[in-house]
């Protein structure tokens, strides 16, 4: 007899642990513990409590310390990472512990992230004595007085900040009976009251499509999946701010989650819901990303988890926070691979984001210009409620003109294009830098030139530990892999036939900005993508920059081409689109016909007309013609149909097991080894498993990566069978890693 508890610690292992009980307050499910691992003492979650234990009492290891100041998390919040657990095919603490921040994970920070912070308040007698006792040269001890003097009870963080040795002071003046230590209290959360929705900017008035959005978002009982398909610049966020305000109003204790694809775009969405909910203080609005630093992330999850904070705005690891009075779940560009976590628990924010609606019957908005095919098939067959956004929000504004400029007619015209660079469009950015107006140039490659190679020997600069050529990089004079981070200096010579015309083909963002400034000269052009941003904060100074208006013809990869609202831009160019057209994946289409949506609509939001010009040699690709009108519908419609009949996704269900090997042999070894020891499930529907196959860049930093892919008309089958395949994945050896990913985006 005795009290036990099963764990959940952060091991690649699908298994609860046994420990035993002995703390003096009962054990709570949901509470943050710390056990005895092997050899190390780890943070668990307690998912159940027992009266016995089937682990032999000598095994047993005792739970060593418990996180009181942290509340227990829910017991829907345990549900939905088992969900995911189960789902993505991992161990429940291979979801929940990675879930929380850093510094909940480590219990010897437990005591300073809860402890309560010293005050300090001014007795009568410092009050009389201490103006007197302070040399009057000593400013800071000075300021120290003054705000004593001034605040109730003085935090000693606030007193470091005026002067560092506040502590050693405060513990003379204590000595001395000038201040004393004020009784500890901590802030009582969630006081933020009902007082909703006051902005200081009067709301903008909204068109009637918006209302009609906000009406059946606002009017949904419980569960409610709603696709808010509008067009770019339709004013998506205006929908999500009003459905929020009404509900965040009717209910002074409701929480609101509002996913964003990407971190860049998380400022722009933050100073909208801090204007527009003024009446809510600083911690009732909190980010959750990546970039934030530990602390802020520890203290942000918690104002989560405690309800205090009323938005949590954040990216695809958000929508594993804890918020125990979470009332709706807006994904913004639902769209966007990014949602797909491609590491670690390979999971979709955006799937989890209908699961947990789902789980507790609140209403979520997934909102795009262009849904995925999985989500508009959804709202095709009824599941989700369409609400769409025919135009845009601002009134003069209307979505520009999308134009293909055909690469092949300008040469046999004989009409120059500079350095990739076609007549027409460098004619359009003049005109634009002429009138004082913003363009946008987009390509989703950087770097200065993708290879680089000889012509009298035909070599080409290769990353010696990647099977890929290594990209020219001119700034920062480096030959780089964009696989492996490999880095060398660009070689001045062939290194094997001596020949020193070694010559850069195509090109990539570093390039255009190159040529930009010569082909346009006077523009201020700037370069917007993952070099140019690489340090903290650096691509908001830069994004601001164009908001400023202090660029003329902004160059960039996909970071230029999402949700920002760019007021000044009215021309977009495109180039080098092709080469996704005839990519070996099926989702290839899919994804640069969003982009180029997404691109487009950078152009006309604000009420000049706006131009798209597109450089092409297949000016009359399907593709580009639905672009050229703007029908995504079209688009959508035709491409489901050919994954109707291709037996693709949406229609079936996928899997893909891959595997990293020392060499090719070893993972496709491991991979025929495992597609021979897949059983299907007597009674279940079938569930097809395909030849190994190496990835199409096979080798990566020295390992070589295959992938075997499964599929299944049957969800359920194919999550069956996964499971049950588990075992014999986990006794074959003879690679160096493996992972199952389900409902892969990369096939
Ligand atoms: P989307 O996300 O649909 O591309 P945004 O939400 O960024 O569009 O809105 C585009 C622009 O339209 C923004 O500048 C926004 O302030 C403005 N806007 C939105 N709704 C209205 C409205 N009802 N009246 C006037 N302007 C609006
Ligand atoms: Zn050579
Ligand atoms: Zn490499």
């Given at each position: 007899m005795g009290l036990f508890v099963r764990v959940a610690v952060d091991?690649?292992?699908p298994v609860l642990f046994d420990y035993r009980y002995a703390l003096p307050d009962a054990p709570v499910v949901g509470m943050l513990v710390q056990v005895p691992f092997g050899r190390r003492e780890v943070v668990g979650l307690i998912c159940e409590i027992a009266d016995s234990?089937?682990?032999?009492?000598?095994?047993?290891?005792?739970?060593?310390?418990?996180?009181?100041?942290?509340?227990?998390?829910?017991?829907?919040?345990?549900?939905?990472?088992?969900?995911?657990?189960?789902?993505?095919?991992?161990?429940?603490?291979?979801?929940?512990?990675?879930?929380?921040?850093?510094?909940?994970?480590?219990?010897?920070?437990?005591?300073?992230?809860?402890?309560?912070?010293?005050?300090?308040?001014?007795?009568?007698?410092?009050?009389?004595?201490?103006?007197?006792?302070?040399?009057?040269?000593?400013?800071?001890?000075?300021?120290?007085?003054?705000?004593?003097?001034?605040?109730?009870?003085?935090?000693?963080?606030?007193?470091?900040a005026l002067h560092p040795k506040a502590s050693v002071t405060f513990d003379d003046w204590l000595a001395r009976g000038w201040i004393e230590t004020v009784a500890a209290r901590v802030e009582a959360p969630g006081a933020n009251g009902p007082a909703l929705p006051t902005g200081a900017a009067p709301l903008p008035v909204l068109t009637d499509e918006q209302r009609d959005a906000v009406a059946a978002i606002s009017g949904a009982q419980g569960f409610a999946p709603f696709l808010l398909h509008g067009v770019t610049g339709s004013g998506k966020t205006e929908v999500y701010l009003h459905a929020l305000a009404a509900l965040l109003t009717a209910r002074p204790d409701a929480q609101a989650l509002v996913l964003v694809p990407e971190i860049n775009l998380t400022p722009q969405f933050e100073a909208a819901f801090r204007a527009r909910f003024a009446a809510l203080t600083d911690s009732s609005i909190v980010t959750m990303h990546s970039g934030l630093a530990e602390g802020e992330r520890a203290r942000n999850w918690l104002a989560a988890h405690t309800g205090s904070a009323r938005i949590v705005l954040g990216t695809r690891l958000a929508?594993?926070?804890?918020?125990?009075?979470?009332?709706?779940?807006?994904?913004?560009?639902?769209?966007?691979?990014?949602?797909?976590?491609?590491?670690?628990?390979?999971?979709?924010?955006?799937?989890?984001?209908?699961?947990?609606?789902?789980?507790?019957?609140i209403p979520v908005v997934l909102g795009s210009a262009t849904p995925s095919l999985e989500t508009w098939w959804q709202a095709e067959q009824g599941r989700y409620t369409r609400l769409t956004l025919t135009r845009r929000a601002v009134a003069e504004a209307a979505l520009p003109a999308v134009k293909l400029i055909d690469l092949e007619e300008e040469r046999q015209r004989g009409r120059a294009s500079v350095d990739g660079l076609a007549g027409p469009l460098i004619a359009a950015l003049k005109t634009r830098v002429e009138r004082g107006e913003q363009s946008l140039v987009f390509?989703?490659?950087?770097?200065?030139?993708?290879?680089?190679?000889?012509?009298?020997?035909?070599?080409?600069?290769?990353?010696?530990?990647?099977?890929a050529y290594a990209v020219l990089h001119k700034p920062e004079r480096?030959?780089?892999?964009?696989?492996?981070?490999?880095?060398?200096?660009?070689?001045?010579?062939?290194?094997?036939?001596?020949?020193?015309?070694?010559?850069?083909?195509?090109?990539?963002?570093?390039?255009?900005?190159?040529?930009?400034?010569?082909?346009?000269?006077?523009?201020?052009?700037?370069?917007?993508?993952?070099?140019?941003?690489?340090?903290?904060?650096?691509?908001?100074?830069?994004?601001?920059?164009?908001?400023?208006?202090?660029?003329?013809?902004?160059?960039?990869?996909?970071?230029?081409?999402?949700?920002?609202?760019?007021?000044?831009?009215?021309?977009?160019?495109?180039?080098?689109?092709d080469t996704a057209l005839f990519s070996h994946d099926f989702r290839a289409s899919e994804r640069l016909f969003a982009q180029l949506i997404q691109v487009s609509g950078r152009a006309g939001r604000a009420g000049l007309p706006g131009e798209?010009?597109?450089?092409?040699?297949?000016?009359?690709?399907?593709?580009?013609?639905?672009?050229?009108?703007?029908?995504?519908?079209?688009?959508?419609?035709?491409?489901?149909?050919?994954?109707?009949?291709?037996?693709?996704?949406?229609?079936?269900?996928?899997?893909?097991?891959?595997?990293?090997?020392?060499?090719?042999e070893a993972a496709l070894g491991f991979l025929e080894q495992a597609a021979a020891a897949f059983a299907p499930l007597p009674g279940a529907d079938r569930v097809t498993v395909y030849d190994a196959v190496p990835l199409t860049i096979v080798k990566v930093f020295n390992v070589h990566r295959a992938q075997l892919l499964l599929e299944s008309a049957s969800r359920a089958a194919l999550q069956a069978s996964l499971r049950a395949w588990q075992p014999a994945l986990r006794s074959l050896k003879g690679v160096l890693r493996w992972n199952v990913e389900v409902d892969p985006l990369d096939v």
């Open positions: 091991q690649p292992m234990s089937d682990v032999p009492e000598g095994k047993l290891r005792a739970v060593t310390a418990r996180c009181d100041g942290c509340a227990p998390l829910s017991e829907a919040w345990i549900a939905l990472a088992s969900f995911a657990a189960d789902y993505y095919q991992r161990g429940l603490g291979e979801v929940a512990l990675p879930a929380l921040p850093q510094a909940l994970r480590d219990a010897s920070r437990w005591n300073r992230l809860f402890a309560v912070e010293p005050r300090f308040r001014l007795l009568p007698q410092g009050r009389a004595q201490l103006p007197d006792a302070l040399p009057a040269r000593a400013i800071a001890l000075r300021r120290l007085a003054d705000a004593l003097a001034n605040e109730p009870a003085l935090a000693l963080s606030d007193a470091r929508i594993l926070a804890s918020m125990p009075k979470l009332a709706i779940i807006v994904v913004d560009e639902e769209h966007d691979p990014a949602y797909k976590q491609q590491e670690g628990l390979r999971y979709s924010a955006r799937d989890l984001a209908i699961y947990r609606a789902k789980q507790l019957d390509l989703n490659r950087r770097g200065y030139a993708p290879i680089l190679s000889c012509d009298a020997c035909g070599w080409v600069a290769g990353c010696p530990r990647c099977s480096a030959l780089r892999c964009h696989h492996c981070g490999w880095e060398s200096r660009i070689p001045k010579s062939c290194p094997d036939c001596g020949n020193i015309d070694i010559a850069p083909m195509g090109r990539g963002t570093q390039r255009v900005e190159e040529t930009l400034a010569s082909v346009v000269p006077g523009a201020r052009v700037l370069r917007i993508d993952a070099d140019s941003t690489r340090r903290k904060g650096s691509a908001q100074a830069l994004f601001s920059d164009v908001h400023a208006g202090e660029v003329d013809i902004l160059v960039g990869t996909q970071m230029i081409a999402k949700g920002h609202d760019f007021r000044r831009v009215t021309l977009v160019g495109v180039l080098n689109a798209v010009l597109i450089q092409t040699r297949y000016p009359r690709h399907a593709l580009y013609l639905a672009l050229s009108r703007q029908d995504y519908v079209g688009f959508a419609n035709s491409t489901l149909a050919e994954r109707r009949d291709a037996r693709l996704p949406p229609f079936v269900y996928q899997a893909m097991l891959r595997a990293e090997g020392r060499t090719l």
